[in-house]
């Protein structure tokens, strides 16, 4: 399944993909503050396309104008997430290479994957989070209209024997829905 926004193309990661992911995956300032390590080489973004991102609801972004992907969105439904959900709830995780920070290229794709999660999968809930001084990973949910639920300390991470402080935001379908209908109501009385 693939998703479309203005300038994005959200589908599922290849194999070919390997190189571009290597190329934004192995910066450091990507991974580590989103829990997971850097990628040591073309062949470990290969592995990690088979072993992680060729789950379900897991997207490369990718730009129209390219073709090409410069990061990802997924959606993890119930027990796919770590939160401990039902399955009618979901959790949103995203990252972005660094070339392409600042462009609200991360909050195009999240709201296109919100909008499929209410509406596409009837989904009551979603849930997302972020490790403590990701304060861009932060800015994205509270533009996406994500409000905060609570803190966590001492979650571990895709890094080995790491802990890190995570605030978790939610938004219900009932809070979409209302925030939808004003954009609405502010776009006709312009």
């Not at 990061?71 to 979901?90: H, W």
């Amino acid at each position: 399944m693939t998703h479309e926004t203005d300038r994005l193309i959200l589908r599922p990661w290849e194999e070919a993909d390997a190189e571009e992911l290597y190329r934004y995956a192995s910066h450091p300032d990507v991974g580590p503050i989103a829990g997971w390590p850097v990628h040591t080489s073309v062949e470990n973004s290969r592995q990690i396309i088979r072993d992680v991102l060729s789950a379900p609801e897991t997207y490369a972004v990718v730009l129209k104008e390219t073709g090409r992907p410069v990061g990802c969105v997924g959606l993890m439904i119930g027990t796919a997430s770590n939160i401990g959900i039902p399955d009618t709830e979901g959790e949103i995780g995203y990252w972005i290479g660094v070339p392409y920070w600042g462009q609200g290229l991360i909050p195009e794709a999240v709201r296109a994957i919100i909008r499929y999660a209410f509406l596409d999968l009837g989904l009551k809930k979603l849930w997302c989070g972020y490790f403590d001084g990701n304060e861009k990973s932060k800015r994205v949910q509270e533009k996406c209209g994500f409000r905060y639920h609570h803190t966590a300390q001492d979650v571990p991470c895709q890094i080995e024997g790491l802990l890190r402080t995570e605030h978790v935001n939610c938004i219900t379908r009932e809070e979409w829905d209302k925030a939808r209908a004003q954009d609405g109501n502010n776009h006709r009385s312009r």
